[in-house]
């Protein structure tokens, strides 16, 4: 009997703290840690590459995730995709990158699909610099919740 008095306090604990804790936000979908396009970032392959941006976009990097930020460089002759952010959270950060822009990006090269992408860890612009991913690679977005406005 107390087993089961042990085991139902338990899950009616558990429930509460699912309950309490926020939904998962919608703006992050499939940029969680440890989702598949997570997985693609390897520390292994990362590189530093100047460039001066062409265009910058909102995109959808995989089926069913939420819209990203990237933006195009041009480094040495050839042009780049650079994949940001979720594009709620990058809005959060206030960063501003315009056509013209002299950028450094520091990033993990990965194929998707035909394409050769960096995924960034940091883009500075001169005037600003902002952290994508922390030392190990982790998503500085994770456990990010927008504020009410």
Same mark, same amino acid.
């Given at each position: 009997?107390?087993?089961?008095?042990?085991?139902?306090?338990?899950?009616?604990?558990?429930?509460?703290?699912?309950?309490?804790?926020?939904?998962?936000?919608? /703006?992050?979908?499939?940029?969680?840690? /440890?989702?598949?396009?997570? $997985?693609?970032?390897?520390?292994?392959?990362?590189?530093?590459?100047?460039?001066?941006?062409?265009?910058?976009?909102?995109?959808?990097?995989?089926?069913?995730?939420?819209?990203?930020?990237?933006?195009?460089?041009?480094?040495?002759?050839?042009?780049?995709?650079?994949?940001?952010?979720?594009?709620?959270?990058?809005?959060?950060? $206030?960063?501003?990158?315009?056509?013209?822009?002299?950028?450094?990006?520091? /990033?993990?090269?990965?194929?998707?699909?035909?394409?050769?992408?960096?995924?960034?860890?940091?883009?500075?612009?001169?005037?600003?610099?902002?952290?994508?991913?922390?030392?190990?690679?982790?998503?500085?977005?994770?456990?990010?919740?927008?504020?009410?406005?």
């Amino acid at each position: 009997m107390r087993t089961f008095q042990t085991l139902f306090v338990a899950s009616l604990l558990a429930l509460a703290a699912a309950a309490a804790a926020p939904p998962p936000d919608p /703006g992050l979908a499939g940029w969680g840690r /440890g989702q598949a396009y997570d $997985k693609l970032y390897d520390r292994n392959l990362e590189v530093v590459v100047p460039g001066v941006v062409k265009k910058v976009e909102n995109f959808t990097p995989m089926p069913g995730m939420a819209e990203g930020v990237r933006t195009q460089i041009e480094s040495r002759g050839e042009l780049l995709w650079v994949h940001l952010a979720p594009a709620a959270w990058l809005a959060a950060q $206030k960063l501003e990158l315009k056509p013209g822009d002299e950028v450094l990006v520091t /990033g993990s090269y990965v194929r998707l699909g035909d394409h050769r992408v960096v995924l960034a860890a940091t883009i500075e612009d001169g005037a600003q610099q902002i952290r994508l991913r922390d030392d190990s690679g982790k998503p500085a977005w994770v456990n990010w919740h927008p504020r009410p406005a």
